[in-house]
């Protein structure tokens, strides 16, 4: 897969006039889902511009097989692992490059919210974000979907076509990794069951 730059085409949206229902499901499917993979690609890329072309890059596969991916039991477990692999293929074929302020701050910025002081410096926050980046995939993606966009362990067990034990496990695992890379006895959930 390689995402060209420079090119911003529209997204080819299968159907005609007859197939409106097709074209607004597909619509209103990217809209609700945007975000998450947003979340996703600002994690590991460097900066919104080429944010934004990954995301494009997801809708535009998408539009090509949404009949098929229609037919999944849980759709938005497919586009998250399209999603997935399109960000792991923009990294791997990026040279490495600086985080952007805003990026690094967006992630940070979700976590102070829950944290209550466990962030105390720069160094912190920091030491934070490259943990993130170091958890297994399965962990990365609980942490994002839950930190980043507050989202209840059933959203997320549908995003990662996984049981909400599953879901539960994995950001356990993950918090307590995260709390180890800090230095703190625990890192808090987002509030419960939320």
């Known amino acids: 897969m390689t995402i060209d730059k420079g090119a911003r085409e529209a997204v080819a949206v299968p159907g005609d006039s007859a197939n409106v229902r097709m074209e607004l499901a597909y619509s209103a499917f990217c809209e609700t889902h945007e975000p998450a993979w947003q979340a996703l690609a600002l994690t590991r890329i460097g900066n919104r511009a080429d944010v934004a072309l990954v995301v494009e890059a997801v809708k535009e596969d998408l539009a090509r097989c949404w009949s098929q991916v229609l037919r999944f039991e849980e759709p938005a477990?497919?586009?998250?692992?399209?999603?997935?692999?399109?960000?792991?293929?923009?990294?791997?074929?990026?040279?490495?490059?600086?985080?952007?302020?805003?990026?690094?701050?967006?992630?940070?910025?979700?976590?102070?919210?829950?944290?209550?002081?466990?962030?105390?410096?720069?160094?912190?926050?920091?030491?934070?974000?490259?943990?993130?980046?170091?958890?297994?995939?399965?962990?990365?993606?609980?942490?994002?979907?839950?930190?980043?966009?507050?989202?209840h362990v059933k959203v997320i067990g549908a995003y990662l076509d996984r049981p909400v034990a599953t879901v539960h496990s994995n950001l356990r695992h993950a918090r307590e990794r995260l709390a180890r890379r800090l230095g703190v006895r625990e890192l808090p959930d987002r509030g419960g069951d939320q």
């Open 77 to 151: 477990a497919y586009a998250w692992r399209l999603a997935n692999r399109h960000v792991a293929d923009w990294a791997a074929a990026e040279e490495p490059v600086a985080v952007e302020a805003v990026t690094f701050a967006a992630v940070i910025g979700a976590f102070k919210q829950v944290a209550n002081g466990l962030l105390r410096s720069e160094a912190d926050e920091v030491r934070l974000y490259a943990a993130i980046l170091e958890l297994p995939d399965r962990q990365r993606d609980v942490i994002i979907l839950r930190y980043l966009l507050g989202l």
